[in-house]
């Protein structure tokens, strides 16, 4: 059987959605007409469609943001609203008519409701009274404000213009005049900075372009982040408060990125401005932003801080883009584009985005003073001011009067690189050398950083890493090397090692526990053990021959600590386990120098805490789980340790907390498979079935192949009364591993509730012969006998299940019931 | 005791029969108050599926809230499949009028349904329903009763005795695989 349509389209609408061609292909493994089908239905899914929505109130799903009520048509003190024209994380933009004093078109700005809060209200009040200080005409003017409904607004300037990189591209606009828009976006910031006002979010689409009487206009707008310089809101509190960075991380300068708390100064505005002007230079951004989406939030941090970019001719000489496309929007070759982009346009870029905001521009007017220096082919400020460099500008503004003296500084440039010649050969070779294999670095570096910080499914960021590292390789082998380069490298690949292997045992770690975790019998649960044994060998750890202070020694030490203390723990409960179903005996007595060995393993004091709770199963307030994480920023706190997190909670009995928590950690990781497994079962645990199968939907999108996954599902969806689908996920559970006693007995059960008693017998007869002591094969085969009307060979069946289970009475498994219900039935056949 | 309230008994009591009696009866109601109710609307009123279909429950059942959804459910179910026909029928009957044939009285005003005013559509829909029926019949009825009966999906999910979430889900399924079947229709 293959894996359905409606299971895939399920999964993929799961995923965010610049993952799910990956997951499709995956999915569908070359099946083209199965991938097209189900593209188009996750396509489908994407659209609007009037016809059929309209009928019915949709706006009462279980998961609809709040929806905005302040909409198209209504009217606001003496404004009508129009049409909407923008939306932000806590405001809309609206496109209004007003009537009085004049009619005009305006745009009005509101909070939406329900993010009404004292720091949004704040902020909000911050762009008003900013926008108010300013008249420029390259600034939107505000006219107005009020409050509707304890909701404050503001009305402005209708700026009707496109982002201004749109306007240059669209207009094919040559390089000169797109410097000459870009110096009036500078005095425009200038005006601001004059204010007290730093702007923050300068980006193409706060800076429009309009057309006045024919002619370009620039409007620089949405001071939305904005701030006075001297005051005191302070980013920290938006930031914790909203789990979200102001600003956007392309334009964002190193220290904003940063939150460090340092104060962010005009020249943070530069740095925006510089990268900006990249922009419209080249027509991509130093970090590109396809870049920055897909690595983490730490690491984009790390990246604005510390990636130096491309200068940008060499950005355009090694684009993705194509370069004479590049080259056609501004009506010039693309030698000449990289000509006139090379030398003084790259120092003022370059200038501007320097990490260190003491070397950037001191003010936005001096950098517009520059641009316009090299229109005017004057020399410019930035860059490095050799003889050589001024003289090739002067030599510019007076071509044709100097042949004769340029050839006598020919002959002397001649003279003078002969006799350097042989001590500069190695030189450059080295020099040659280094910069390849830093550049190499520099590239694999970024990969690497992308993969660690990708889901540990993202099977394509670690071939990318990987083509990275043999890059790297390769250029150490090329000849001789600058000592720090070649350190730097061997660093690297030191890196790359530790982080590769850490995945490998992530992705080994959670494949044991999907697999055998639910298990209910002593066979799997040695499996598991064995497993965890040879998981450990493997990573130099040897529970035969080392102590238990030696082995919490060896993983607190070790690259992978988190991980491997995660595999410790998981192993301690294992044996637990297997005690437990009567295998090796282990006690307290016996486990407490591991678990002691656990605790003094893992760095990480919150996860320790967190772990002797869960562990030692004591009872636990929920003001003891509160006050422990009074004051951690759970931002920080890596998702798998949130999970348990919220496990905590449901051990204290606050299930709507430990959903809370579980939801967080989801909206910062929705494709981390172990979160959403966790999340299902623990509402599994909490009746909500329903639910349940949604994130489990997930975690078969998130990977497929582990057959634990699609039992899990397959089992939540028959809770949920959905027994033909369950069915099929279980047959596909049952595909990637055919003889798996618990994933016979799960079909079993749903078979069994389909009241196809035949099947179930026959599926919970495989699975006993697989493991003879499992009750529950037992119990499903006494129950689809009684179903068949054979209650004198249930009986026996039954009685063995009693046996297998001694004193365990599991939930699910009424079993005396049964064999009550067999035994009547018996006796009403006899009469 | 009405009639309808007499059938949804014997529903509730596990009549197999009874089900199919309902049909017919809730048709020739909502039929009627759809015309009545347009003779007497005032202009610019819109008038939803939704409020017709509570409007026939509550004329046609007695104490109408004290009855379980359960049973409800029953009623609902036989109230979209009748919005179902007399859609179907209209949108035929329009494209017969396009066509210059039968001069039907056009009797009901576009407003209260969206498939009215796009007859087209609503056949294609209709066809796309009927092979969905043959594939998921639950997920189905999930469809009729939202998008004939007017319901939301928590009413939905309540006639239907599901969770709101699942129904959200099986309308997730249903809506993009009716979609694009009417979008082949139309390629």
């Given at each position: 059987?293959?894996?359905?349509?409606?299971?895939?389209?399920?999964?993929?609408?799961?995923?965010?959605a610049d993952q799910?061609?990956?997951?499709?292909?995956?999915?569908?493994?070359g099946?083209?007409?199965?991938?097209e089908?189900?593209?188009?239905?996750?396509?489908?899914?994407?659209?609007?469609?009037?016809?059929?929505d309209?009928?019915?109130?949709?706006?009462?799903?279980?998961n609809?943001?709040?929806?905005?009520?302040?909409?198209a048509?209504?009217?606001i003190?003496?404004?009508?609203?129009?049409?909407?024209?923008?939306?932000?994380?806590?405001?809309?933009?609206?496109?209004?008519?007003?009537?009085?004093?004049?009619?005009?078109?305006?745009?009005?700005?509101?909070?939406?409701?329900?993010?009404?809060?004292?720091?949004?209200?704040?902020?909000?009040e911050?762009?008003?009274?900013?926008?108010a200080?300013?008249?420029?005409?390259?600034?939107?003017?505000?006219?107005?404000?009020?409050?509707?409904?304890?909701?404050?607004?503001?009305?402005?300037?209708?700026?009707r213009?496109?982002?201004?990189?749109d306007?240059?591209?669209?207009n094919?606009?040559?390089?000169?005049?797109?410097l000459?828009?870009?110096?009036?976006?500078?005095?425009?910031?200038?005006?601001?900075?004059?204010?007290?006002?730093?702007?923050?979010?300068?980006?193409?689409?706060?800076?429009?372009?309009?057309?006045h009487?024919?002619?370009?206009?620039?409007?620089?707008?949405?001071?939305g982040?904005a701030?006075a310089?001297?005051?005191?809101?302070?980013?920290?509190?938006?930031?914790?408060?909203?789990?979200?960075?102001i600003?956007?991380?392309q334009?964002?300068?190193?220290?904003?990125?940063?939150m460090?708390?340092?104060?962010?100064?005009?020249?943070?505005?530069?740095?925006?401005?510089?990268?900006?002007?990249?922009?419209?230079?080249?027509?991509?951004?130093?970090?590109?932003?396809?870049?920055?989406?897909?690595?983490?939030?730490a690491?984009?941090?790390?990246?604005?801080?510390?990636?130096?970019p491309?200068?940008?001719?060499?950005?355009?000489?090694?684009?993705?883009?194509?370069?004479?496309?590049?080259?056609?929007?501004?009506?010039?070759?693309?030698?000449?584009l990289?000509?006139?982009?090379?030398?003084?346009?790259?120092?003022?870029?370059?200038?501007?985005?320097?990490?260190?905001?003491?070397r950037?521009?001191?003010?936005?007017?001096?950098?517009?003073?520059?641009?316009e220096?090299?229109l005017?082919?004057?020399?410019?400020e930035?860059?490095?001011?050799?003889?050589?460099?001024?003289?090739?500008?002067?030599?510019?503004?007076?071509?044709g009067?100097?042949?004769?003296?340029?050839?006598?500084l020919?002959m002397?440039?001649?003279?003078?690189t002969?006799?350097?010649?042989?001590?500069?050969?190695r030189r450059?070779?080295?020099?040659?050398?280094?910069?390849?294999?830093?550049?190499?670095?520099?590239?694999?570096?970024?990969?690497l950083g992308r993969?660690?910080?990708?889901?540990?499914?993202?099977?394509?960021?670690?071939?990318?890493?990987?083509?990275?590292?043999?890059?790297v390789?390769?250029?150490?082998?090329?000849?001789?090397?600058?000592?720090?380069?070649?350190?730097?490298?061997i660093?690297?690949?030191?890196?790359?090692h530790?982080?590769r292997?850490?995945?490998?045992l992530?992705?080994?770690?959670?494949?044991?526990?999907?697999?055998?975790a639910?298990?209910?019998?002593?066979?799997?649960?040695?499996?598991?053990?064995?497993?965890?044994?040879?998981?450990?060998?493997?990573?130099?750890?040897?529970?035969?021959?080392?102590?238990?202070?030696?082995i919490?020694?060896?993983?607190?030490?070790?690259?992978?600590?988190?991980?491997?203390?995660?595999?410790?723990?998981?192993?301690?409960?294992?044996k637990?386990?297997?005690?437990?179903?009567?295998?090796?005996?282990a006690?307290?007595e016996?486990?407490?120098p591991?678990?002691d060995?656990l605790y003094?393993?893992?760095?990480?004091?919150?996860?320790?805490?967190?772990?002797?709770i869960?562990?030692?199963?004591?009872?636990?307030?929920?003001?003891?789980?509160?006050?422990?994480?009074?004051?951690?920023?759970?931002q920080?706190?890596?998702?798998?340790?949130?999970?348990?997190l919220a496990?905590?909670?449901m051990?204290?009995?606050?299930p709507?907390?430990?959903n809370?928590?579980?939801?967080?950690a989801?909206?910062?990781?929705?494709?981390?498979?172990?979160?959403?497994y966790?999340y299902?079962?623990?509402?599994?645990?909490?009746?909500?079935?329903d639910?349940?199968?949604?994130?489990?939907?997930?975690?078969?999108?998130?990977r497929?192949?582990?057959?634990g996954?699609w039992?899990?599902l397959?089992?939540?969806?028959?809770?949920?009364g959905?027994?033909?689908?369950?069915?099929?996920?279980?047959?596909?559970?049952?595909?990637l591993d055919?003889?798996?006693a618990?994933?016979?007995?799960?079909?079993?059960?749903?078979?069994?509730?389909?009241?196809?008693?035949?099947?179930?017998?026959?599926?919970?007869?495989?699975?006993?012969?697989?493991?003879?002591?499992?009750a529950?094969?037992?119990a499903?085969?006494?129950?689809?006998?009684?179903?068949?009307?054979?209650?004198?060979?249930?009986?026996?069946?039954?009685?063995k299940c009693?046996?297998?289970?001694?004193e365990?009475r599991?939930?699910?498994?009424?079993?005396?019931?049964?064999?009550?219900?067999?035994r009547?039935?018996?006796?009403?056949?006899?009469? | 005791?009405?009639?309808?309230t007499?059938?949804?008994q014997?529903?509730?009591?596990?009549?197999?029969?009874?089900?199919?009696?309902?049909?017919?009866?809730v048709?020739?109601?909502?039929?009627?108050?759809?015309?009545?109710?347009l003779?007497?609307?005032?202009?610019?009123?819109?008038?939803?599926?939704?409020?017709?279909?509570?409007?026939?429950?509550l004329?046609?059942?007695?104490?109408?809230?004290?009855?379980q959804?359960?049973?409800?459910?029953?009623?609902?179910?036989?109230a979209?499949?009748?919005?179902?026909r007399?859609?179907?029928?209209?949108?035929?009957s329009?494209?017969?009028?396009?066509?210059g044939?039968d001069?039907?009285?056009?009797?009901?005003?576009?407003a209260?349904?969206?498939?009215?005013?796009?007859?087209?559509?609503?056949?294609?829909?209709?066809?796309?329903?009927?092979?969905?029926?043959?594939?998921?019949?639950?997920?189905?009825?999930?469809?009729?009763?939202?998008?004939?009966a007017?319901?939301?999906?928590?009413?939905?999910?309540?006639?239907?005795?599901?969770?709101?979430a699942?129904?959200?889900?099986?309308?997730?399924?249903?809506?993009?695989w009716?979609?694009?079947?009417?979008q082949?229709?139309?390629?």
């Amino acid at each position: 059987m293959n894996r359905s349509e409606e299971f895939i389209f399920a999964a993929a609408i799961e995923l965010p959605a610049d993952q799910r061609d990956r997951f499709l292909d995956d999915a569908c493994a070359g099946d083209e007409q199965l991938r097209e089908r189900v593209a188009a239905l996750v396509q489908a899914h994407e659209q609007p469609t009037q016809f059929l929505d309209l009928p019915s109130g949709s706006g009462d799903q279980e998961n609809t943001d709040a929806g905005i009520q302040v909409s198209a048509g209504a009217v606001i003190d003496h404004y009508k609203l129009l049409q909407k024209i923008g939306e932000g994380g806590f405001g809309v933009v609206y496109m209004a008519e007003q009537e009085q004093p004049v009619r005009r078109k305006v745009a009005l700005k509101i909070i939406k409701p329900g993010m009404d809060t004292r720091a949004v209200i704040a902020r909000f009040e911050a762009e008003r009274q900013a926008l108010a200080m300013m008249e420029h005409p390259n600034i939107a003017r505000v006219f107005d404000g009020g409050a509707t409904g304890g909701r404050p607004y503001f009305v402005m300037e209708l700026v009707r213009g496109v982002p201004i990189t749109d306007y240059c591209d669209k207009n094919s606009l040559p390089t000169r005049q797109r410097l000459e828009l870009f110096a009036s976006v500078c005095n425009a910031v200038q005006h601001a900075h004059q204010k007290g006002i730093i702007h923050r979010d300068i980006k193409p689409s706060n800076v429009m372009v309009t057309l006045h009487d024919g002619q370009p206009v620039v409007k620089v707008i949405d001071f939305g982040v904005a701030k006075a310089i001297h005051q005191r809101l302070t980013e920290r509190t938006m930031f914790t408060e909203y789990g979200q960075m102001i600003g956007t991380p392309q334009y964002m300068s190193p220290e904003q990125a940063e939150m460090s708390g340092l104060d962010v100064d005009t020249r943070s505005d530069i740095y925006s401005l510089g990268v900006l002007l990249y922009e419209l230079l080249t027509g991509s951004t130093p970090l590109e932003a396809r870049h920055l989406r897909t690595v983490g939030y730490a690491e984009m941090q790390r990246l604005i801080r510390e990636e130096e970019p491309p200068r940008p001719s060499h950005r355009l000489s090694t684009t993705d883009q194509d370069l004479t496309v590049i080259a056609k929007h501004r009506r010039v070759s693309p030698e000449r584009l990289h000509r006139e982009i090379k030398g003084d346009l790259d120092w003022i870029v370059m200038k501007a985005l320097e990490k260190d905001r003491s070397r950037r521009y001191e003010s936005a007017l001096t950098m517009a003073r520059d641009v316009e220096r090299s229109l005017n082919d004057e020399p410019v400020e930035a860059g490095p001011p050799t003889p050589g460099y001024r003289m090739k500008k002067w030599s510019r503004r007076n071509r044709g009067k100097l042949v004769a003296a340029t050839v006598l500084l020919v002959m002397a440039g001649i003279l003078g690189t002969w006799a350097l010649s042989s001590w500069t050969a190695r030189r450059v070779e080295i020099t040659n050398n280094s910069n390849r294999l830093s550049n190499r670095l520099e590239a694999a570096g970024m990969d690497l950083g992308r993969a660690i910080n990708a889901p540990v499914d993202d099977e394509a960021v670690w071939v990318a890493a990987a083509a990275g590292e043999q890059r790297v390789r390769d250029a150490m082998n090329q000849g001789p090397l600058l000592e720090e380069i070649h350190e730097r490298a061997i660093d690297f690949l030191t890196r790359f090692h530790e982080a590769r292997e850490d995945r490998n045992l992530a992705y080994r770690v959670e494949n044991i526990i999907i697999n055998r975790a639910t298990h209910d019998d002593l066979q799997s649960w040695e499996a598991m053990e064995r497993q965890f044994n040879q998981l450990f060998k493997d990573y130099g750890v040897d529970f035969a021959t080392r102590s238990p202070e030696e082995i919490a020694d060896t993983i607190r030490n070790h690259y992978s600590a988190l991980r491997l203390a995660d595999a410790l723990e998981l192993w301690i409960a294992t044996k637990g386990q297997v005690s437990g179903y009567g295998g090796a005996p282990a006690n307290e007595e016996t486990m407490q120098p591991w678990a002691d060995a656990l605790y003094a393993a893992d760095p990480d004091p919150l996860r320790t805490e967190i772990r002797k709770i869960i562990f030692e199963r004591r009872p636990v307030t929920c003001d003891e789980l509160e006050s422990m994480i009074t004051g951690v920023d759970l931002q920080q706190v890596e998702p798998r340790t949130l999970s348990w997190l919220a496990i905590t909670f449901m051990m204290a009995r606050d299930p709507e907390r430990s959903n809370e928590i579980h939801e967080y950690a989801l909206r910062y990781n929705p494709d981390d498979l172990m979160v959403n497994y966790d999340y299902a079962l623990a509402l599994g645990k909490q009746g909500r079935w329903d639910r349940a199968v949604r994130y489990l939907m997930r975690c078969t999108a998130v990977r497929p192949e582990v057959a634990g996954v699609w039992r899990t599902l397959g089992e939540a969806l028959r809770e949920n009364g959905e027994l033909v689908e369950s069915r099929k996920a279980i047959e596909y559970a049952l595909e990637l591993d055919p003889d798996h006693a618990p994933t016979l007995v799960a079909l079993a059960w749903t078979q069994l509730l389909e009241e196809n008693y035949a099947e179930a017998e026959a599926i919970a007869r495989k699975a006993k012969s697989i493991i003879p002591q499992d009750a529950e094969a037992h119990a499903l085969i006494g129950s689809a006998l009684m179903g068949q009307g054979k209650p004198d060979e249930a009986l026996p069946e039954l009685e063995k299940c009693a046996e297998l289970l001694g004193e365990r009475r599991p939930e699910h498994l009424p079993i005396e019931q049964w064999i009550d219900d067999c035994r009547q039935m018996l006796e009403s056949s006899d009469d | 005791m009405t009639e309808v309230t007499r059938i949804m008994q014997q529903i509730d009591a596990g009549d197999p029969q009874a089900t199919d009696q309902l049909l017919p009866l809730v048709y020739q109601e909502l039929k009627r108050l759809a015309a009545a109710k347009l003779r007497n609307e005032q202009a610019g009123q819109t008038l939803q599926a939704t409020e017709l279909v509570h409007e026939a429950w509550l004329r046609l059942v007695d104490n109408g809230d004290d009855f379980q959804w359960n049973s409800r459910g029953h009623f609902f179910g036989a109230a979209a499949q009748a919005m179902r026909r007399i859609l179907v029928d209209r949108a035929r009957s329009r494209k017969a009028l396009k066509r210059g044939g039968d001069r039907q009285r056009v009797e009901l005003d576009p407003a209260w349904h969206p498939g009215v005013e796009q007859p087209d559509k609503l056949l294609a829909m209709n066809e796309a329903l009927e092979r969905f029926e043959q594939i998921d019949p639950a997920k189905a009825e999930l469809v009729k009763l939202r998008f004939f009966a007017g319901l939301t999906n928590r009413q939905a999910a309540a006639a239907m005795n599901i969770s709101p979430a699942t129904a959200d889900r099986h309308w997730a399924w249903a809506r993009a695989w009716l979609q694009t079947e009417m979008q082949k229709g139309i390629d």
